[in-house]
């Protein structure tokens, strides 16, 4: 899981801790003459220095005070080393080559340029505000990268609990619940209900699916296989039928049995595809879902970003279920998801099991991608 960009992150952060930590152990300069490069053939002997105001003055000391800084900071490969605290102070040439690094690592890894940009900014002023341990450079490089991807993640965690959302309504007797599960062909929708089923279930609540994709071949089959295994009833109809039907039937079979939700399946449908997202509109309108939930996969790259805005524009969307983490070698989908959807991740799918899923945090995430030192 997320092994390509984890490796590469590792790789980039322990070069450059190397490189960072070598430059430090390097004699240092103290003073500025031997800091600005000629300085020291142009120093003048101290008593040339009490000339008379009518001396022209060197174009050496006609150079304002900000200038010499700058050029002993350039001298210096732009690094201030503390040598009696062990510590370095890394410079603006440093940062934005090393950050630079971590920019390019994150595009190759699926990351959209947007969240690449605001990782790096975050990075940036991080390495720059402070001084490093020389002795203890690489583990903090890994916990300010960490720092820097958890900040654009944790906006994801701030969405509704289904468990918690459904026992609620369950207390306040506002029953039964509807969950709405939208997405394309082929990112695990139908299992991930199943998933959800499966979940639910494990904390005492009942589950109903409704069989609303009535599109696909073997849809129905399908559905009803995954209801089997995880032991809920199904409300199914034929092929053709209408998807929105089969949900009203569905609530009314969970009115009258008194199960706590239904969870409702539908045809998986590209932004697109204008039929299928009136389709949906139709059956959004009729169930009144108390919660709609988009299913992605992680390894759909950038255009996932784009789906989902296109279904957001048609329909409530109130949380994301990132599926297939498992097949994720590079892992920016799921990070450019948690900081640019503006719709919360609710579960992510780590696995062909029922119950490989697991509540969203950045942290299961970033253990994954750059582990704390």
Avoid: W
Wanted: with cysteine; hydrophobic share 40%.
């Amino acid at each position: 899981m997320f092994d390509r960009l984890k490796k590469r992150l590792s790789d980039a952060i322990k070069g450059f801790a190397k490189s960072e930590e070598a430059s430090a152990e390097e004699p240092q300069e103290t003073s500025e003459a031997a800091a600005v490069p000629g300085a020291a053939e142009e120093a003048e002997p101290q008593e040339k220095l009490k000339a008379p105001e009518t001396k022209a003055k060197s174009s050496h000391e006609e150079k304002p005070q900000k200038q010499v800084e700058e050029n002993i900071r350039i001298s210096l490969g732009t690094r201030i080393k503390g040598s009696l605290l062990g510590n370095v102070q890394l410079g603006e040439r440093e940062v934005d080559d090393f950050v630079q690094n971590i920019k390019v690592l994150l595009l190759e890894s699926d990351v959209s340029f947007e969240t690449a940009e605001s990782i790096s900014e975050s990075l940036r002023e991080r390495l720059l505000e402070g001084r490093i341990g020389a002795k203890d450079m690489k583990s903090r490089l890994v916990e300010l990268v960490r720092a820097s991807l958890e900040e654009v993640m944790k906006s994801s965690a701030s969405g509704p609990n289904v468990v918690e959302f459904v026992k609620a309504r369950k207390a306040a007797g506002q029953l039964p619940v509807r969950i709405l599960f939208l997405g394309p062909n082929g990112t695990g929708k139908t299992t991930t209900m199943a998933k959800v089923a499966k979940l639910l279930s494990s904390e005492g609540i009942s589950t109903v699916f409704s069989a609303s994709d009535t599109f696909r071949a073997a849809a129905i089959e399908q559905s009803e296989y995954h209801a089997k295994k995880v032991g809920v009833p199904i409300i199914k109809s034929t092929y053709g039928a209408d998807p929105a039907s089969v949900a009203f039937d569905a609530i009314k079979y969970a009115t009258a049995h008194g199960i706590d939700a239904v969870l409702i399946d539908t045809a998986g449908r590209q932004e697109t595809n204008r039929n299928l997202l009136r389709e949906v509109e139709k059956m959004y309108r009729v169930a009144k879902p108390d919660m709609t939930i988009y299913v992605a996969e992680s390894t759909g790259g950038n255009a996932v970003l784009g789906q989902i805005g296109e279904f957001s524009k048609s329909i409530k969307v109130d949380g994301i279920i990132l599926t297939k983490l498992d097949c994720d070698a590079k892992g920016g989908n799921a990070i450019s998801i948690a900081h640019s959807a503006g719709i919360p991740i609710l579960f992510l799918g780590t696995g062909e099991s029922y119950d490989d899923i697991v509540p969203y945090s950045p942290d299961f995430i970033l253990d994954r991608i750059i582990p704390a030192a």
